[in-house]
């Protein structure tokens, strides 16, 4: 029986490094350097459906971003994007892990000023807890390194304290993690593990300051009402914290309601916290109690390489040194296009194209935006619109003029306010996959 040979679509989804071998020109026995030869532009034009007006300054080795979503590393039985089925959810939004249930939102529906409720991804770290017959009556405590050791009700916060209501940008830690080389290890995100909403609650340094934080007082740690995978209640699933400073600020929130209604269940309902600017991890859902520390808080996701990142750069694929890792805090810059979304098709013709999208930098603000349709070889800037209030993502808009029909590559970079730029590859990396910040690319077909 004949063997079939592999197409370069398949070759690249199924060996990147042999695609590459395959289509580009190596003109020196070391190179990863070579522009895609005739030959290489023909078969390469061919895979993504059109001539490629700028393939004289594509990078040897980069996956073509009509396909390169299927490159990321899935689950053997898994073919394809698996999509949520879950009550008042976008049936749209990926599902990439079920034990315990993630799920993320593609870039093109993030593309609403205020992310819907619907639109809102997934992380959860346990055991959902049930959702409460009586949402005021849940119960949080304030212990630890305080005067006055607090017990309140949801009903006692809403009474009690001056609420306020910010749109914030929520983000999972590991947004970004599919973009590393060799995988990392954990949940498999592109850019979808984020979402702006609107957030009304009071500032949890209102209450930490009623229950008097003692000056030995550093350090936050969380805890929530979800359970462990394993049944085991003994076993705490997850239990991060934050320094008091951080803590401090009026941004961080005790909420109860998302888009202006409660707060669901899905999302951590009748009660979370919002740490904005850092890993949602810190965000902790179904909270019940908060204590504060006299040192590094050391609960589950605190130690090892869970939410933490390299200080020096790692060779990737190595082991790690717990000497030579730190806690992830403030979140990378990040730009996204929201509209078109990838592998959109336009008419003959077509000879500029209006591009939307997104930027958020963790504690920071977005300097600029700015977006190239020549595989990075120009870049012109985007409009950038100010944020609604600290820790809003920053909308842009831009229009690209194309010279001819064809495929094209639309590449979006952000710079944040201390000037550090998103990289074109995944940096630093790390075995957990923190902090993988590369352009966002679209593909985009003419005629």
């Known amino acids: 029986m004949k063997k079939r040979e592999r197409s370069l679509e398949e070759l690249y989804r199924d060996d990147p490094e042999r695609a590459d071998a395959l289509l580009y020109n190596r ?37 073509p971003a009509a396909f390169a979503q299927a490159t990321a590393p899935a689950a053997p039985e898994k073919k394809g994007p698996q999509f949520l089925e879950y009550p008042g959810k976008d049936k749209g939004l990926v599902v990439i892990g079920d034990r315990p249930l993630v799920a993320e939102t593609p870039e093109h529906l993030l593309d609403d000023d205020t992310t819907p409720t619907a639109k809102f991804f997934i992380r959860n770290n346990g055991n959902m807890p049930e ?167 050391d609960g589950p996701g605190m130690t090892g390489t869970s939410y933490r990142v390299s200080i020096n750069p790692m060779i990737p694929g190595t082991k790690a040194d717990p000497k030579n890792f730190k806690i992830l805090e403030s979140m990378p810059v990040r730009s996204i296009i929201t509209s078109p979304s990838n592998g959109t098709k336009l008419a003959a013709g077509t000879r500029e194209i209006k591009l939307r999208g997104a930027s958020w930098a963790g504690d920071l603000t977005v300097k600029e935006v700015e977006l190239s349709a020549d595989f990075g070889q120009t870049w012109s800037k985007a409009q950038l619109r100010p944020a609604k209030n600290r820790f809003d993502w920053q909308r842009w808009t831009a229009t690209l003029k194309l010279p001819t029909d064809g495929y094209y590559e639309i590449w979006s970079r952000a710079a944040d306010s201390k000037g550090k730029v998103q990289p074109h590859t995944a940096p630093f990396w790390n075995p957990s996959g923190y902090g993988g910040n590369p352009y966002h690319r679209i593909a985009v077909l003419i005629g």
């Not at 190179?31 to 459906?49: E, H």
């Open 27 to 63: 003109k020196t026995g070391t190179t990863r350097r070579g522009f895609l030869g005739g030959a290489g532009v023909a078969a390469m034009g061919a895979m993504v459906g059109g001539s490629i007006p700028f393939s004289q300054n594509m990078p040897a080795g980069i996956v």
């Open 131 to 297: 959702e409460p017959k009586q949402p005021d009556a849940w119960k949080l405590a304030i212990d630890g390194e305080v005067n006055k050791p607090l017990e309140l009700s949801l009903g006692d916060l809403k009474k009690n304290y001056k609420p306020q209501t910010l749109r914030m940008v929520l983000e999972c830690g590991g947004n970004g993690r599919s973009f590393y080389s060799p995988p990392a290890s954990g949940n498999q995100w592109t850019n979808g593990g984020a979402g702006c909403a609107e957030w009304t609650g009071v500032r949890l340094a209102d209450v930490l300051k009623a229950a008097g934080v003692k000056q030995s007082g550093i350090y936050t740690s969380h805890y929530g009402a979800d359970t462990h995978l394993s049944g085991d209640p003994k076993r705490l699933t997850l239990s991060r914290g934050v320094r008091i400073a951080k803590a401090m600020e009026p941004e961080c929130m005790l909420v109860w309601a998302m888009n202006g209604k409660p707060l669901e269940n899905i999302h951590g309902g009748p009660l979370r916290l919002v740490i904005p600017g850092w890993p949602g991890s810190a965000s902790h859902k179904w909270l019940t109690k908060i204590t504060i520390r006299d040192k590094e808080h």
